[in-house]
């Protein structure tokens, strides 16, 4: 079957969503009841025009690459729609603002009459959409000048078809990926699927390729496979194309057949009950069914056959793939300049002892970030210039230089030109970051958000959730990278793929460098602008930059780590005011920042404000303009003790961060129509959550709060219950009340959408949780140091699926697990009270029990009866004084079911009898930790003898804290995670594997 790919410019995304806005929003039916108006023939005007503009940006984004008129046409249409859509959203303000002029006052207007009120601000919107639909109705018209149609035609990839041969002095830096692999493909048995795949993953241009073709033309691999075979798939979506070209690859003969089951048959005549080695590179393809189709080919192969797959989609590796993949990463430095040095060397004027020469060689790798095929273009100039020009080279940007567009380029370009429009953008809105730039997943969706880049998603999921989607959209395509040694998970782009961005983006999306000039024709362009708050910590200097930049949407001040700064720009703050599409603005950190100009309430297009770190003290009443605010974050404002009467116009302001303030009362948040996430963090000052908090005038409370935090509220004593006639709380989905020393009192008693609940140091919380059916979503509880908490006894919490209780005493005495008859999970720490825990005949669910620091529970662990749980797979149990004659784990304690066994701290303990160890006849790991006095292991089959048995499927030892048992046993150097033993066993082969360094 073959797969349609439509390629559509970032445009097209625009046109989709001001489609919807024309055809189906709340701003077309404020528009069309504005009687005898004429708004409506113009929206039926636009959305022609748009409609027409949509069936030809196919072709236009196939036929740019060759053509400058047109990629120019795209560039200035481009312009115009985003135009359109801020003139939509200022109408869509109008009818909000309308909307909640008539609830304020209900008697003032008639709701017959409210949406036909024809006005003079109608009278300005008119004319801006005529002007608009002249505009785009001049593209239109262009669209027959450039032979534009809505066929779209299919663009042969720029990148040549690979090739099986490789040039032995290019392979550099991937001789472990290299061992590792052809040690795999030299192996009968890999995996459980007769037919072994192996998918090597990375970003254009990394040397997957290069990689598959050393693999390919090993020795030791060509003598192993009966049959070889080298298949470049590229970006090929037809499954009967590709079918084809597997064919003439293992024959050698070329093939004039088209019909997909006779080729089928005639590759399985060439592979059948064959050992075969057949690369499938540069896929693209991530529908399951061309895989499913083209995977049938090779099922009639002999064991031991091999399939190589070269991908840059995780997704695609994923669904492949028999084994783990292998993942490339960027070269070091030194062996990039040894793959120069190589290339470079054909070149009669260089010489390796000239350190100049050597200098700009080594500048050059650096810039190319590790990407072998830079490092390869870039050697390739090398090669055919003169030395004298080196430098000017090397004083360029690597896609700057003659290699960008022929090389480079085309191998990361044809991932950008094959992403959906709606990727594109959000890929594109990336250019505005500066190199080496680290950002959260979180970070990025927000600024998403805030430009509609999410609006046209569907369905019940949130905008966050499907920005969530597309971040990991580019994470597997290989755009973003994750990055270690940081303790939140992090990303960055390789600089090459920022240049990328920049390419594509056409420089409209402006990351401001210091001593940099800007040209002012550049700025009226620019809509989106980052700088770097180090550079840049007067914003009098950043604004005299950025002053003609009239329709700027984003500005955001960027920096490696969070800085504060105490720079004056009170009085510049009344010119950023101006404006006027302002959807993003971040003071963060800007401490000299005493208040805001009343005119922020003329920002009517801002969705994220972030206030954080600041030492303003009230919010203005002109906030409450802001109908579109979604985001405010005022975390660090210690100084803020006023909030705004008519908090509750904020209607679209859905997630609220309160963290670190100063104020003893809350504001009425539960006025908030659409908030969503609210954080309360500390707030050293708060005493109370009172009856204020839920606001008044309303029946319903936090209608759509789906997360609420309380964190580090040590003076807060008590929460009030509303009204019984008050609905509060129907949709929160997560509760965390964290460090509230002394909150006394109960829980609110109705949380009807519930699923997780995560109370921990709260030591006064005094109550029950509550019964059923308030709590019948319930999945996952974590309750910690919390002393008077307990569950109602009588009460079947039948979603709960994830149980963690630590360091909880008073008369905690009975765990009720067979009231969470789906329980999966459950962690039991430090309950020096608890003595036992009912269990049932029907707890098939659960499949991991961890009991740690619970003296009297372990006493009783005779009466367990854990083989009650048929399921159980994983069991840790720990911290506990044994006493030097008690036998531990006796015989019949385990179930045979686990799987993975954890034994930590008994101090005791000085030897595991065998008998219980042979009984866990599915057991394949154990885990011994910090057991000072244990001196044997449970059974004579693990090292240095395997004189006793083994369970069949046990596989490896860990240990770590025995000192007695490493100074039995001849132990290698281990590091601070300390050694395990793999003691996989192997058919009539009594000996241990392997011992390796964990």
């Given at each position: 079957m073959a797969v349609e790919l439509v390629v559509c410019p970032v445009v097209s995304a625009s046109v989709e969503f001001l489609l919807k806005k024309i055809t189906s929003s709340d701003v077309a039916s404020f528009l069309r009841g504005k009687t005898s108006s004429g708004f409506d023939r113009l929206l039926d005007k636009l959305e022609i025009t748009f409609l027409s503009l949509a069936e030809v940006l196919g072709d236009a984004e196939q036929k740019q690459i060759r053509n400058p008129r047109i990629e120019k046409w795209l560039d200035k249409l481009q312009d115009a729609v985003e135009d359109a859509e801020d003139l939509f959203e200022e109408?869509?303000?109008?009818?909000?603002?309308?909307?909640?002029?008539?609830?304020?006052?209900?008697?003032?207007?008639?709701?017959?009459?409210?949406?036909?009120?024809?006005?003079?601000t109608d009278e300005i919107r008119k004319s801006d959409l005529v002007k608009i639909l002249d505009r785009l109705d001049t593209f239109s018209n262009q669209r027959y000048i450039l032979n534009l149609t809505g066929d779209v035609e299919k663009i042969q990839s720029q990148r040549p078809p690979?090739?099986?041969?490789?040039?032995?002095?290019?392979?550099?830096?991937?001789?472990?990926?290299?061992?590792?692999?052809?040690?795999?493909?030299?192996?009968?048995?890999?995996?459980?699927?007769?037919?072994?795949?192996?998918?090597?993953?990375?970003?254009?241009?990394?040397?997957?390729?290069?990689?598959?073709?050393?693999?390919?033309?090993?020795?030791?691999?060509?003598?192993?496979?009966?049959?070889?075979?080298?298949?470049?798939?590229?970006?090929?979506?037809?499954?009967?194309?590709?079918?084809?070209?597997?064919?003439?690859?293992?024959?050698r003969d070329a093939c004039a057949v088209e019909d997909l089951s006779v080729l089928q048959e005639k590759v399985q005549e060439k592979l059948n009950k064959r050992k075969f080695l057949i690369v499938l590179d540069d896929v693209w393809n991530e529908e399951y069914d061309f895989w499913d189709t083209t995977r049938m080919l090779f099922k009639v192969g002999a064991q031991g056959s091999k399939i190589i797959v070269t991908t840059r989609s995780e997704r695609v590796a994923s669904m492949v793939g028999t084994t783990a993949s292998c993942h490339l990463g960027v070269l070091k430095e030194e062996v990039c300049f040894e793959l120069l040095f190589k290339i470079v060397t054909c070149n009669k004027e260089f010489c390796t002892t000239d350190s100049n020469l050597r200098r700009i060689g080594e500048e050059l790798v650096r810039k190319c970030k590790g990407l072998?095929?830079?490092?390869?273009?870039?050697?390739?100039?090398?090669?055919?210039?003169?030395?004298?020009?080196?430098?000017?080279?090397?004083?360029?940007?690597?896609?700057?230089?003659?290699?960008?567009?022929?090389?480079?380029?085309?191998?990361?370009?044809?991932?950008?030109?094959?992403?959906?429009?709606?990727?594109?953008r959000c890929f594109v809105y990336c250019s505005m970051f500066p190199k080496d730039y680290e950002f959260e997943k979180e970070e990025l969706v927000l600024l998403w958000m805030v430009d509609n880049l999410l609006e046209h998603s569907s369905g019940n999921r949130s905008m966050k959730e499907v920005g969530y989607e597309y971040f990991d959209d580019l994470v597997c395509r290989s755009f973003f990278q994750s990055t270690s040694g940081s303790s939140k998970s992090v990303f960055t782009m390789h600089d090459?793929?920022?240049?990328?961005?920049?390419?594509?983006?056409?420089?409209?999306?402006?990351?401001?460098?210091?001593?940099?000039?800007?040209?002012?024709?550049?700025?009226?362009?620019?809509?989106?602008?980052?700088?770097?708050?180090?550079?840049?910590?007067?914003?009098?200097?950043?604004?005299?930059?950025?002053?003609?930049?009239?329709?700027?949407?984003?500005?955001?001040?960027?920096?490696?780590?969070?800085?504060?700064?105490?720079?004056?720009?009170?009085?510049?703050?009344?010119?950023?005011?101006?404006?006027?599409?302002?959807?993003?603005?971040?003071?963060?950190?800007?401490?000299?920042?005493?208040?805001l100009p009343k005119s922020v309430g003329e920002l009517k297009h801002l969705r994220h404000l972030d206030l954080s770190f600041t030492s303003i003290t009230e919010l203005p009443n002109s906030m409450c303009?802001?109908?579109?605010?979604?985001?405010?974050?005022?975390?660090?404002?210690?100084?803020?003790?006023?909030?705004?009467?008519?908090?509750?116009?904020?209607?679209?302001?859905?997630y609220l961060d309160m963290s670190k303030c100063r104020f003893r009362t809350l504001p009425p948040l539960g006025q908030l129509p659409a908030l969503i996430s609210l954080s309360i963090e500390h707030c050293e000052a708060v005493e109370m959550v009172s009856l204020d908090f839920y606001g008044t005038g309303s029946s319903n409370s936090f209608p759509l709060l789906e997360s609420l935090t309380f964190r580090r509220l040590p003076k807060w004593k008590k929460w009030s219950t509303p009204n019984v006639n008050v609905k509060a709380f129907p949709k929160l989905k997560s509760l965390t009340i964290h460090l509230c020393e002394s909150l006394k009192g109960d829980l609110p008693p109705l949380l009807p959408s519930l699923t997780k609940l995560h109370i921990y140091e709260c030591p006064k919380l005094a109550s029950s949780l509550p019964a059923m059916p308030n709590l019948h979503k319930l999945e996952d509880l974590y309750l910690k140091n919390c002393h008077h908490l307990d569950f109602l006894p009588s009460s079947i919490?039948?979603?709960?699926?994830?149980?963690?209780?630590?360091?909880?005493?008073?008369?905690?005495?009975?765990?009720?697990?067979?009231?969470?008859?789906?329980?999966?999970?459950?962690?039991?720490?430090?309950?020096?009270?608890?003595?036992?825990?009912?269990?049932?005949?029907?707890?098939?669910?659960?499949?991991?029990?961890?009991?740690?620091?619970?003296?009297?529970?372990?006493?009783?662990?005779?009466?367990?009866?854990?083989?009650?749980?048929?399921?159980?797979?994983?069991?840790?149990?720990?911290?506990?004084?044994l006493d030097p004659m008690e036998i531990f784990l006796e015989q019949g304690l385990l179930p045979t079911s686990l799987t993975s066994l954890v034994i930590r701290g008994i101090a005791g303990l000085e030897t595991l009898e065998g008998m219980w160890f042979q009984e866990l006849e599915s057991l394949k790991r154990l885990c011994i930790y910090d057991c000072p006095n244990l001196q044997s292991?449970?059974?004579?089959?693990?090292?240095?003898?395997?004189?006793?048995?083994?369970?069949?499927?046990?596989?490896?030892?860990?240990?770590?804290?025995?000192?007695?048992?490493?100074?039995?046993?001849?132990w290698e150097e281990g590091n601070d995670l300390g050694w395990e033993i793999s003691c996989i066993s192997q058919p009539q082969v009594p000996s241990l594997n392997s011992l390796i360094h964990s």
């Open positions: 109408i869509e303000y109008d009818a909000l603002k309308l909307k909640l002029e008539m609830e304020s006052e209900p008697d003032k207007l008639k709701v017959s009459n409210f949406f036909s009120n024809y006005n003079t690979s090739i099986s041969s490789i040039n032995d002095s290019e392979f550099v830096g991937r001789d472990v990926e290299k061992i590792n692999l052809r040690n795999m493909l030299l192996s009968d048995k890999v995996g459980s699927e007769k037919i072994c795949v192996i998918p090597i993953v990375g970003l254009g241009g990394i040397g997957k390729t290069t990689l598959a073709q050393a693999l390919y033309n090993d020795f030791e691999v060509d003598k192993y496979f009966e049959l070889k075979a080298w298949v470049s798939v590229s970006d090929e979506f037809d499954v009967c194309k590709v079918t084809k070209t597997i064919l003439v690859a293992v024959t072998p095929l830079a490092v390869k273009a870039v050697a390739s100039l090398l090669r055919f210039t003169n030395v004298n020009e080196w430098k000017r080279i090397a004083e360029n940007d690597i896609l700057d230089l003659p290699i960008g567009e022929k090389n480079i380029l085309p191998a990361l370009r044809l991932s950008y030109h094959y992403l959906p429009s709606h990727l594109k090459l793929v920022v240049d990328l961005a920049i390419f594509v983006s056409k420089r409209k999306y402006l990351y401001i460098e210091k001593s940099k000039i800007y040209d002012t024709g550049l700025m009226r362009q620019i809509r989106h602008i980052t700088f770097d708050k180090f550079s840049y910590l007067d914003f009098h200097e950043i604004h005299k930059l950025i002053c003609e930049a009239t329709s700027l949407r984003v500005f955001v001040p960027v920096a490696k780590y969070f800085i504060t700064s105490t720079t004056t720009l009170q009085g510049v703050l009344k010119d950023f005011m101006k404006f006027r599409c302002l959807r993003f603005f971040s003071l963060a950190g800007y401490r000299n920042v005493t208040e303009l802001l109908y579109n605010l979604r985001t405010l974050k005022l975390s660090g404002c210690k100084y803020l003790v006023k909030f705004p009467k008519n908090l509750h116009h904020l209607i679209n302001l859905r919490y039948n979603s709960l699926q994830k149980l963690d209780i630590e360091h909880i005493s008073g008369s905690f005495k009975l765990l009720p697990l067979n009231s969470f008859p789906n329980i999966r999970i459950v962690r039991v720490c430090d309950c020096k009270n608890l003595e036992s825990f009912s269990l049932s005949n029907n707890l098939n669910s659960l499949f991991s029990l961890s009991i740690e620091r619970c003296a009297r529970l372990i006493e009783s662990r005779n009466n367990w009866n854990l083989q009650a749980l048929p399921n159980l797979t994983s069991f840790s149990i720990g911290d506990y004084e292991l449970p059974v004579e089959g693990l090292p240095p003898s395997r004189r006793g048995l083994l369970p069949p499927s046990f596989e490896s030892f860990f240990m770590k804290g025995c000192p007695l048992l490493e100074a039995k046993y001849e």
